[in-house]
């Protein structure tokens, strides 16, 4: 039983999502005392692939096509990589291109498939995966009986692990006939990317207005971190649609989460809940993120939030 693990790379480079996964499908291939394959697509560079020896990769297949094709190509070098493999389960990312390609390669390997499951399976014969349910409150077992299986991998579940490894990079070459054509690219820069950042600080409506970013966003800048908020902020327009986290954005896991001004809702704490460490400030006492937070500052925000500020930029100074 062997596993192929689809990695995305960012213009050529690799990120920790892509780290966790190869370590993860080393584990896996290990469990099922099976090979690992991974498949990179697009020009990445050999070094870069042979950077994945460090996580337990042995076996890299590289289809140096370009980057910015439809999700059917994709799929469909995926799904023929996993066939050359002689792979029964095939592992991408939970990531929005991972949500979109999972299902494509399942159908082609007419294979089972479970999105966004948590580490590693509670066993592989019968094959069955644990994934979140009901916003986060409960975690369901689910078992895939087809001969072929392919899964999604929440990220900052399995963790990035060491093993270092010596790698074999077979290129794949591929013919792609696309069935769409990406026109243009509109790519965000300068930003530490929410998925992946180590600390995140997020305001909900307690922040008041749009105005009354700058304070959130210069802490955000003194700690290096991602800047992320609620629903409702997202809906009023007062910050942009990609840093809405929650049961209906983005899941997020960093070392450290700040929440100002967010109440708590259910649906909030969906995407934040397997943070280390959650730090709330809100004015209110009785605010529900409170029971979900780490350590809870009980005050107004346009008080406490510039205090913060000075702090950690003395402690950093201090450094
Ligand atoms: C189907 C569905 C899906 C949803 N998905 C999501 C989702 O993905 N993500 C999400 O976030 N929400 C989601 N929601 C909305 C969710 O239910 C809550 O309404 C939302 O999370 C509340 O946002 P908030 O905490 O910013 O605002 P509020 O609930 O209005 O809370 C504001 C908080 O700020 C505090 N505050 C006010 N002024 C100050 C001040 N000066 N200083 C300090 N504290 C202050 C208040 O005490 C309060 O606790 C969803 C709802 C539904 C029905």
């Known amino acids: 039983m062997s596993v192929l693990i689809y990695i995305e790379n960012w213009s050529g480079k690799f990120k920790k999502s892509s780290f966790e996964l190869v370590s993860y499908g080393s584990q896996l291939a290990k469990k099922m005392s099976g090979n690992l394959t991974v498949l990179s697509i697009g020009e990445v560079s050999n070094d870069e692939l042979k950077n994945l020896g460090k996580y337990g990769a042995t076996s890299v297949l590289s289809a140096k096509t370009a980057s910015s094709l439809d999700d059917k190509s994709f799929a469909g070098i995926i799904a023929d990589a996993a066939q050359k493999a002689g792979a029964s389960v095939v592992v991408m990312g939970n990531s929005f291109t991972g949500k979109a390609l999972a299902p494509r390669v399942a159908v082609r390997l007419k294979a089972g498939l479970v999105s966004a499951v948590n580490g590693l399976p509670v066993s592989v014969s019968p094959f069955v995966v644990k994934k979140k349910a009901f916003s986060g409150k409960s975690l369901v077992e689910e078992e895939i009986t087809s001969p072929v299986k392919v899964v999604t991998l929440s990220q900052n579940t399995a963790g990035v692990t060491e093993t270092p490894s010596e790698v074999t990079i077979e290129e794949l070459s ?29 305001g909900g409506r307690g922040m008041r207005s749009a105005d009354n970013w700058q304070p959130l ?19 009023e327009g007062w910050r942009p649609h990609h840093e809405h986290v929650g049961q209906t954005g983005k899941v997020v896991s960093p070392n450290l989460y700040f929440a100002l001004g967010i109440s708590g809702a259910i649906q909030h704490l969906a995407g934040i809940s397997s943070s280390k460490v959650i730090v709330a400030v809100n004015k209110d006492p009785d605010a529900p993120i409170f029971t979900a937070a780490d350590y809870g500052i009980i005050g107004d925000l346009q008080v406490v939030l510039p205090k913060m500020t000075e702090a950690f930029k003395k402690l950093k100074a201090g450094s």
Do not use: N
């Not at 013919?175 to 530490?192: F, N, R, W, Y």
């Open 174 to 202: 591929v013919e792609v006939s696309p069935s769409a054509k990406v026109v243009s690219t509109d790519v965000q820069t300068g930003k530490i990317l929410l998925s992946e950042a180590e600390i995140v600080v997020s």
């Open 217 to 235: 966003e210069e802490l955000a800048s003194v700690l290096g971190a991602a800047t992320a908020c609620s629903r409702p902020v997202s809906d």
